[in-house]
Each structure stands twice: as C-alpha cells, then as structure tokens.
T-cell receptor, first 114, second 113 residues
Framework: GDSVTQMEGPVTLSEEACLTINCTYTATGYPSLFWYVQYPGEGLQLLLKATKADDKGSNKGFEATYRKETTSFHLEKGSVQVSDSAVYFCALRGSTGTASKLTFGTGTRLQVTL | EPEVTQTPSHQVTQMGQEVILRCVPISNHLYFYWYRQILGQKVEFLVSFYNNEISEKSEIFDDQFSVERPDGSNFTLKIRSTKLEDSAMYFC???????????FGSGTRLTVV
C-alpha cells in the first residue's frame, strides 16, 4: 500500500538558517503530494502541493519539488523564522479510488530559535 | 476563505458512553473524511464519504464507528461505546475533487476517562 517516510525530528535551527525536511514515498500510479503544517494547538493547514512529476509547490517561502525518479518531495526554505516552528507532515493522495485518502508521514517537528 | 467547522473543540466523556463529533464541510465540496491523531503520533485515516456512502474505511473504523450526513450540511462521526484508546484529536476534512488537497477543520479533542 501507499506509504510516506519523513526524516525524524525534532529539527532545531537558528533563525535565518536553511531548512530541508526529507520526504520519500511509495505509491502506485501517479499520486499527488502535499505538505501540511500544524502549529501548536491548531489543526492541519495545507502548506503546498504538487500534482504531477517535476511540479514545484511553493508557499510562504517554502518549496518542494515532485521528483518521480527518486520518489521524493523534500520541503525546503532558505531562511526560517521563529514563526515557522511547527510540525510538518508530508502526505500523498493516491490516484486510485473514488475519494482517495491522504496517507501521512509521521511528522517532523521544527523548532526555530533566535 | 471557506472553512471546515468542527464542534465541539473539546469533549470529555466517560468510557462506554456514545459521542457524536460534528463537522460542517465547505458547502460545494463533495468528498468528506475523518482522520484522527493520537497525541504525538501520526495522523491516521478513518473513513471517506462520497455520494452519501462510505467510499473507504481503515481497519481502525470498526463497528463502533459510524458516519452520517443527516441534512446535507453536517457530517458526523459517532463512536458508540468509547474506550480509553479512542482519546485523540479527530479531524474532519472536505475536498472538492479527488485530486485537490483537503481543507481540514481545527479538530475535536476527545478525552475518554
């Protein structure tokens, strides 16, 4: 079945440092890929998405490129802020079925310090 | 921006009691979902719902769980006889098309004591 593997956290960075959170996936067909963010005490918010190979999703300075050859969708940001501290979830949505479910990774906690 | 609304935000219930978690999806969305997140763990799929019937359910979604769209706007998750291990954050989500991302609600924290 579909699965998502994320790098283990927590990740602790100083403000303005570069961020990469690795995500790889296993899926049949042509899944759509997503990054969700969960701020403390809040629900899940869609951060960015990519629906086909080589698409780049971007939002709020975050980027991720759908790499079919390496089955990866790594999240990157050039300069993190304290306000980026949150848990980040990589997810995929399968291409089969009527209402394809999201399969989530385990989440990576990011802590940004001054 | 349209939102998915969940009520209540927090519910405490005694073991063995029935609970109903309520969700109002975005009005033009067709696909509805429940997920749960046990504290500190991954987000897990429970059930998807389309065209007034369950499309898919996980092994977690056993006979004690049920979903309903009683009036065309609400989407409910019922847990018939709660257990301690049902304590979790429950998220409702809706989607316009299968290839779009979902919009999640802010969740209901269920505590079973």
């Amino acid at each position: 079945g579909d699965s998502v593997t994320q790098m283990e956290g927590p990740v602790t960075l100083s403000e303005e440092a570069c961020l990469t959170i690795n995500c790889t996936y296993t899926a049949t067909g042509y899944p759509s890929l997503f990054w969700y963010v969960q701020y403390p005490g809040e629900g899940l918010q869609l951060l960015l998405k990519a629906t086909k190979a080589d698409d780049k999703g971007s939002n709020k300075g975050f980027e991720a490129t759908y790499r079919k050859e390496t089955t990866s969708f790594h999240l990157e940001k050039g300069s993190v802020q304290v306000s980026d501290s949150a848990v980040y979830f990589c997810a995929l949505r399968g291409s089969t079925g009527t209402a394809s479910k999201l399969t989530f990774g385990t989440g990576t906690r990011l802590q940004v310090t001054l | 921006e349209p939102e998915v609304t969940q009520t209540p935000s927090h519910q405490v219930t005694q073991m063995g009691q029935e609970v109903i978690l309520r969700c109002v999806p975005i009005s033009n969305h067709l696909y509805f979902y429940w997920y749960r997140q046990i504290l500190g763990q991954k987000v897990e799929f429970l059930v998807s719902f389309y065209n007034n019937e369950i499309s898919e359910k996980s092994e977690i979604f056993d006979d004690q769980f049920s979903v309903e769209r009683p009036d065309g706007s609400n989407f409910t998750l019922k847990i018939r006889s709660t257990k301690l291990e049902d304590s979790a954050m429950y998220f409702c989500a809706s989607s316009e098309q299968t290839y779009y991302g979902y919009t999640f609600g802010s969740g209901t924290r269920l505590t079973v004591v």
